[in-house]
């Protein structure tokens, strides 16, 4: 087999169908299996996901919420394919990207690792599709506000290039590297562990790689970042991270890091207390402006989208700035995101007929 795809899933059941279908559409032809790890999710993920995909994906349904690094070590130890895709699930794949970068992994057989160019949900290019390692002198660097090492600015966009991390939003990986260097480290609950498995990947004499095919990734909406449970779990991995790799350092070098992870943790939860409290308080931040939804698409399917926008009273146009809302039943996952990176600013909107709703990066609207 030629390829294995573990997407992991907490709560978005929206996103990840739409995630899924983009992989069908980008694997045809291709020997390729896809594997869905549901972390406990409450939001009937499960149920949803056997009603639309019962033959076509390898559901595994955790009793609890195992986190990402194990509930993809799950997956991997089934799978069967040469190659590792592990992929976030509020991910849309162009059609031509996973051959894309298979195509280059096979052509470079020291590339143990690779991760591709990266969209948000505005159709800004992502500079964590490239980064360094967060060596003590980066981080410091970084610290201060100087990010160019750490996002390695000075690689081409359109080119391949050699890079130190690989995303785990996108992270094609060669089993015979994971074979030699073993699976996720499970002491990372969430975040860090694409760090430490691309340095690990990079200690075992293979290379990791930059291809610029193109994917949008909404960035964590499987993820509630303004909980207290994401401050903890993100500083925490850095720390882990930290020790793990950087522990023997002397403590002049270690003691200023680690005061200022803490640091950043404070602030983050500083600012988190702060909002929460304007809130309760019944203070709320002014819209700058209604959102205004722009359809794409068949005639068909904009009058199913019409009578959503009547359903909800959403305020619509032919044109403009605002959500771009795509038809992905006619438009090809390429097509929409060359449209939104050339509508830098607009917010991506997506409809299909099968999930009958519009996705957005803020909300889902159905």
């Not at 980008?26 to 972390?39: C, K, P, R, W």
């Not at 096979?106 to 992502?126: F, L, T």
């Not at 760090?195 to 994917?215: C, F, T």
Request: with cysteine; hydrophobic share 40%; glycine share 8%.
């Amino acid at each position: 087999m030629k390829l294995s795809v573990i997407i992991v899933n907490y709560n978005v059941r929206y996103y990840l169908e739409q995630c899924i279908y983009s992989v069908q559409r980008a694997a045809e032809g291709l020997d390729y299996e896809i594997f869905v790890v549901d972390n406990h999710s409450n939001d009937g993920s499960v149920k949803y996901l056997k009603k639309r995909f019962k033959d076509s994906i390898n559901l595994i349904e955790c009793s609890h919420n195992q986190g990402f690094a194990k509930a993809n070590n799950i997956a991997i130890r089934q799978s069967q394919g040469e190659y590792v895709l592990l992929l976030n699930p509020d991910t849309i794949v162009g059609e031509n990207s996973i051959r894309q970068v298979l195509d280059f992994m096979d052509e470079h057989p020291q590339a143990g690792g690779a991760g591709v160019k990266m969209y948000d949900g505005c159709g800004c290019v992502a500079r964590e599709s490239r980064r360094g390692l967060p060596t003590p002198f980066v981080s410091f660097l970084k610290m201060l506000g100087f990010t160019k090492r750490y996002y390695m600015s000075y690689l081409s966009w359109d080119e391949p290039g050699r890079i130190e991390v690989v995303s785990g939003a996108f992270m094609m990986l060669r089993r015979t590297a994971l074979d030699k260097i073993g699976l996720l480290d499970e002491d990372f609950f969430m975040y860090g562990e694409d760090i430490d498995l691309s340095y690990r990947i990079l200690k075992a004499g293979y290379e990791n790689w930059y291809v610029p095919a193109r994917i949008i990734h909404y960035k964590g909406e499987s993820t509630q970042k303004s909980s207290f449970r994401y401050v903890h779990v993100f500083y925490q991995a850095m720390l882990i991270f930290f020790r793990k790799h950087y522990g023997h350092l002397s403590l002049l070098v270690t003691l200023p890091i680690k005061l200022a992870i803490y640091f950043r943790a404070l602030i983050a939860l500083f600012q988190m207390f702060y909002m929460r409290l304007h809130r309760s308080l019944g203070f709320f931040p002014k819209r700058r402006y209604d959102v205004i939804y722009i359809f794409k698409g068949s005639k068909k399917m904009r009058s199913h989208f019409n009578a959503i926008v009547r359903r909800k009273g959403l305020t619509t146009a032919a044109s403009g700035k605002g959500c771009i809302v795509y038809d992905t039943t006619k438009l090809s996952y390429e097509d929409i995101i060359s449209d939104m990176a050339a509508n830098t600013g607009c917010i991506l909107g997506t409809y299909s007929k099968e999930s009958g709703v519009i996705i957005t990066p803020m909300e889902i609207v159905g």
